[in-house]
């Protein structure tokens, strides 16, 4: 009997904070799929500000790192709160240097949404990632307000809906993949 190959699927928490809700959600997806490589980027913080001059064929090797690394992602979730109504600008920076690789194009990506409100970011990153014409998988997106509510002081999830809601979009994420 032939056993799958494991799929390397990368997670990008918006929020740079150690203790934020976003990246928790995350490792919580992580810890539940064992079988697969799924990792945290962690490069987020240390992207260059997007500069078109920048963008040629021999742009930053940060630059060059994140576009590998999604290259060969087999998909995508992203988490992220709001800030201000709007898409972090570290996130959205992140998304601007992947307009002329196309390293987006046709890609399964997830997105949550965990924060206070969240509707206008995720309204945003939504707009953003049609852009940039990544294949939001159908089921795999999730608007979560009032994060913090269905959290505990350990930044677990305690809400039982939202647990499986979050599984679900996970769920997904693995099945648009193993259709591609």
Excluded at 28 to 54: C, E, M, R, T
Excluded at 118 to 132: D, F, N, Q
Excluded at 140 to 167: C, H, S, W, Y
Aim: negative net charge; contains cysteine; proline residues 6%.
């Amino acid at each position: 009997m032939s056993v799958a190959k494991p799929l390397n699927i990368m997670a990008i928490s918006g929020s740079l904070r150690i203790d934020s809700s976003n990246t928790s959600i995350l490792k919580f997806l992580q810890s539940i799929v064992p079988q697969h490589n799924f990792w945290l980027y962690d490069g987020l913080d240390k992207l260059p500000h997007f500069n078109p001059a920048l963008d040629n064929e021999h742009p930053p090797i940060e630059i060059q790192n994140l576009r590998k690394a999604i290259t060969e992602a087999d998909g995508i979730i992203i988490c992220t709160p709001e800030y201000a109504f709007g898409v972090p600008g570290s996130l959205k920076n992140m998304l601007d240097w992947t307009v002329s690789s196309g390293s987006l194009v046709d890609k399964p990506v997830a997105l949550i949404t965990a924060s206070s409100v969240g509707e206008s970011a995720h309204a945003s990153l939504l707009k953003t990632l049609e852009v940039l014409t990544a294949n939001i998988v159908k089921g795999g997106t999730l608007l979560i307000p009032f994060i913090r509510a269905k959290m505990n002081a350990e930044n677990q999830i305690t809400d039982e809906q939202t647990e499986q809601n979050v599984q679900n979009v996970l769920k997904a994420l693995l099945a648009a993949i193993a259709q591609s």
